[in-house]
């Protein structure tokens, strides 16, 4: 067991590679076998790493999560700053500005209104949780738009990693909230047609709720919805981190 030990400390991030693929895997697998498609398993990935660095920090007493102990301390690199912004420029290159701008100015207001509403809508929750100070309410805000938003906007202004854990929580209830409802409300807004699902994604956001709401719904109406949420995710990182939170600085000083 010692070998093993001093092995997988010396090749932790390989380790750790291995580790999230097969988190991805199971959760995929819980997403369609156990709650028929109706939580991506994005969420439930999201979920089960939030409960794994909670229980890793809680058995270490350390402030990297499950990275404090050894054998898993590649979650410290791959859970970093520059494989955290490598994801989202990734994602972010797989979207068309020539494609969105066919749904014309009510695709490009959708995004503003979407991230707007979901910010605000997030503030208001923070300022309920108790939260008062411009940090912690635009990093909660930025959360409600996205689970990936929340984080990026928490590490450039410096939000503290209980406040950046509450954004991705939001932004994981937001995820399932919106591919549980999708289905439910789609005849009811007209959400059969690509530039409905560019509009409808633009206003929602979330990437994997968005996705996973549309292929419940009309699965050709996917890559619609997911293009302009992952321009949302884009604009988000963009907005929250600079104008909004100078605005927040302005009215909670």
Same mark, same amino acid.
């Given at each position: 067991?010692?070998?093993?030990?001093?092995?997988?400390?010396?090749?932790?991030?390989?380790?750790?590679?291995?580790?999230?693929?097969?988190?991805?895997?199971?959760?995929?697998?819980?997403?369609?076998?156990?709650?028929?498609?109706?939580?991506?398993?994005?969420?439930?990935?999201?979920?089960?790493?939030?409960?794994?660095?909670?229980?890793?920090?809680?058995?270490?007493?350390?402030?990297?999560?499950?990275?404090?102990?050894?054998?898993?301390?590649?979650?410290?690199?791959?859970?970093?700053?520059?494989?955290? @912004?490598?994801?989202?420029?990734?994602?972010?290159?797989?979207?068309?500005?020539? #494609?969105?701008?066919?749904?014309?100015?009510?695709?490009?207001?959708?995004?503003?209104?979407?991230?707007?509403?979901?910010?605000?809508?997030?503030?208001? #929750?923070?300022?309920?949780?108790?939260?008062? @100070?411009?940090?912690?309410?635009?990093?909660?805000?930025?959360?409600?738009?996205?689970?990936?938003?929340?984080?990026?906007?928490?590490?450039?202004?410096?939000?503290?990693?209980?406040?950046?854990?509450?954004?991705?929580?939001?932004?994981?209830?937001?995820?399932?909230?919106?591919?549980?409802?999708?289905?439910?409300?789609?005849?009811?807004?007209?959400?059969?047609?690509?530039?409905?699902?560019?509009?409808?994604?633009?206003?929602?956001?979330?990437?994997?709720?968005?996705?996973?709401?549309?292929?419940?719904? @009309?699965?050709?109406?996917?890559?619609?919805?997911?293009?302009?949420?992952?321009?949302?995710?884009?604009?988000?990182?963009?907005?929250?981190?600079?104008?909004?939170?100078?605005?927040?600085?302005?009215?909670?000083?």
């Amino acid at each position: 067991m010692e070998i093993i030990s001093k092995f997988l400390e010396k090749n932790g991030i390989v380790f750790t590679f291995l580790v999230v693929s097969l988190i991805i895997y199971f959760s995929e697998l819980i997403a369609v076998k156990v709650t028929n498609k109706k939580i991506p398993g994005s969420a439930i990935a999201i979920i089960i790493g939030l409960l794994l660095a909670y229980f890793g920090g809680v058995a270490t007493g350390g402030e990297k999560g499950i990275a404090d102990i050894k054998i898993f301390s590649g979650f410290g690199v791959l859970g970093g700053s520059m494989f955290r @912004d490598f994801a989202i420029v990734s994602t972010a290159m797989g979207a068309s500005f020539i #494609v969105i701008k066919r749904t014309g100015w009510a695709g490009v207001l959708s995004l503003f209104l979407g991230i707007i509403l979901s910010f605000i809508g997030g503030v208001v #929750v923070a300022l309920l949780w108790g939260y008062r @100070d411009a940090v912690s309410l635009t990093t909660i805000g930025a959360g409600a738009c996205t689970y990936i938003v929340g984080p990026v906007t928490g590490a450039a202004i410096g939000a503290s990693s209980e406040v950046m854990a509450l954004s991705i929580a939001a932004g994981v209830v937001k995820a399932v909230f919106v591919t549980i409802v999708t289905p439910f409300v789609a005849k009811y807004i007209g959400l059969n047609n690509p530039h409905t699902a560019m509009v409808f994604g633009g206003l929602m956001g979330t990437t994997s709720g968005v996705s996973a709401g549309l292929a419940a719904t @009309d699965p050709k109406l996917v890559p619609y919805g997911a293009l302009t949420a992952t321009f949302y995710t884009g604009l988000g990182c963009l907005f929250c981190p600079s104008l909004l939170f100078i605005m927040m600085k302005f009215v909670f000083v």
